[in-house]
């Protein structure tokens, strides 16, 4: 991968692209396929950076994984996981590491996890805090609640925990690990984020149970229940579908399909937004696979309008801030994004680097301690962009830097193949010009 990638201003974007897998989907499907007993064939299995470290801790854990072709990979998993031989290392992905922790308390083994730059500097105790209070134990390696961290896991009990933020990441840990706790495992959640993992567990043979709790929701599953390969079919990523969509969106004359799209509602906010702001994005041949609903997105270029996007929302969109930040720089108006200070803690600040990103391209944007707001107008672009190895925020700018008035380039890049190895390829045949 080259050092920079520069984004030129481009003529209409036009034809149909595939989303690659989804990232949640397919780190699940690996991990599920680990714990259970028997074979899982998957289908779709995104092969970016990210999945590709999970897919090695589900075979140091003690799973049988193969690779049967593109995207087809076949796990059989032991019903439970061995002591691994060395660290595993998540590489740069959050979910990865979480869920894999979650899994891995559950077992009477010991696992010692850590990652790259990015995630050593991500909070864990999010997730450590509840598996402690079921019994697990954490020994930090360097400091309180970054990785390295040593897993020491087993004797479980459920418990009844109330996440502050709807987390799918913390619920999702609790909940593997509840699968092999004594009694009932509770996860409390204010506003409801994605339920992959829930479905996942239920097409896994699991018994999962989701009911209203006051203003929000209650997920229940009973420990000792055991889990059965099964074939899964990942639907493609919403949430790298975003990309060439905003392209099509902001550049004149576009027109772009992006096929087998997941449209899990837990999934569309951006969806959402980008229709209240004017956008001409239709879905066409609604279908059902992987026990999830998929369509094809086409979306034309539009006249786009600020919004004040509504903060509970925040969960169904999180990883989709920055693509609509990029695209509201082009929108009458301003776009108000608050209640989002969990972007903070992605892969990096994403609402300083995005702040900092549009500024460099003459974006007006003000930056508040949970949100950002964007005003848009002309995007001068001619600007070269720090993404902090962040690949939300390198694609973001590349999209814009296709409808600015000068190019856009962003440094270190390579960070793109953890969700979306053929981005460039794929915004190459739309007609994007994007080259290093
Ligand atoms: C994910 C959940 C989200 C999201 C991440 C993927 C998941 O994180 O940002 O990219 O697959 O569960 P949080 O659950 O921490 O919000």
Redesign the pocket.
């Given at each position: 991968m080259p050092q920079s990638l520069t984004a030129r201003p481009s003529g209409p974007l036009h034809g149909r692209a595939r989303a690659p897998g989804d990232?949640?989907m397919s780190?699940?499907s690996l991990i599920l396929g680990a714990m259970a007993e028997g074979v899982t064939e998957i289908e779709g299995l995104l092969e970016g950076h990210d999945i590709l470290a999970t897919a090695r801790a589900a075979a140091a854990f003690g799973a049988k994984v193969e690779r049967l072709g593109e995207g087809r990979w076949r796990i059989e998993g032991r019903g439970g996981f061995q002591t691994p031989a060395d660290v595993i290392d998540c590489g740069n992905a959050?979910?990865g590491v979480?869920?894999l922790m979650g899994a891995a308390a559950g077992y009477p083994i010991q696992a010692t996890f850590d990652g790259d730059a990015s995630l050593r500097k991500r909070p864990m105790k999010?997730v450590t805090a509840p598996l402690g209070l079921m019994g697990a134990r954490f020994d930090w390696g360097g400091s309180e609640d970054r990785l390295p961290v040593r897993v020491s896991g087993g004797a479980l009990q459920g418990i009844d925990y109330a996440q502050t933020?709807?987390?799918?990441?913390?619920?999702?840990a609790i909940l593997l690990a509840g699968l092999n706790a004594r009694g009932e495992t509770f996860v409390r959640e204010p506003e409801k984020?994605?339920d992959?993992?829930e479905r996942m567990l239920t097409a896994f043979g699991a018994e999962v149970k989701v009911e209203p709790d006051g203003d929000g929701w209650i997920i229940r599953l009973a420990g000792g229940q055991r889990l059965t390969g099964t074939a899964v079919a990942v639907p493609g990523d919403p949430?790298s579908a975003a990309f060439p969509l905003a392209a099509a969106l902001i550049v004149p004359g576009s027109d772009v399909t992006v096929e087998g799209v997941m449209l899990n509602p837990l999934r569309t906010g951006l969806f959402d937004t980008w229709r209240e702001m004017g956008a001409d994005l239709t879905i066409s041949n609604r279908r059902t696979s992987g026990g999830e609903e998929v369509g094809d997105v086409t979306a034309r270029h539009s006249a786009l309008t600020g919004v004040i996007v509504p903060e509970g929302r925040a969960?169904s969109m999180?990883?989709e801030y920055p693509i609509l930040a990029a695209t509201a720089a082009f929108a009458e108006g301003r776009t108000v994004m608050r209640g989002v200070g969990?972007m903070r803690v992605?892969e990096s600040d994403r609402i300083r680097l995005m702040v900092d990103g549009l500024r460099a391209c003459g974006a007006a944007v003000d930056e508040e301690p949970d949100g950002f707001t964007v005003a848009g107008g002309p995007v001068a672009g001619g600007a070269v962009v720090d993404t902090a190895h962040d690949h939300r925020i390198a694609m973001s700018h590349l999209v814009l830097g296709l409808a600015a008035e000068a190019p856009v380039s962003v440094r270190d890049p390579e960070m793109i193949a953890t969700s979306f190895p053929g981005f460039v390829r794929m915004m190459r045949e739309l007609g994007g010009e994007i080259a290093s």
């Open positions: 990232k949640s780190h699940r959050g979910t979480r869920l999010r933020v709807a987390s799918a990441q913390v619920k999702s984020s994605r992959h993992t949430s969960a999180i990883d969990e992605k």
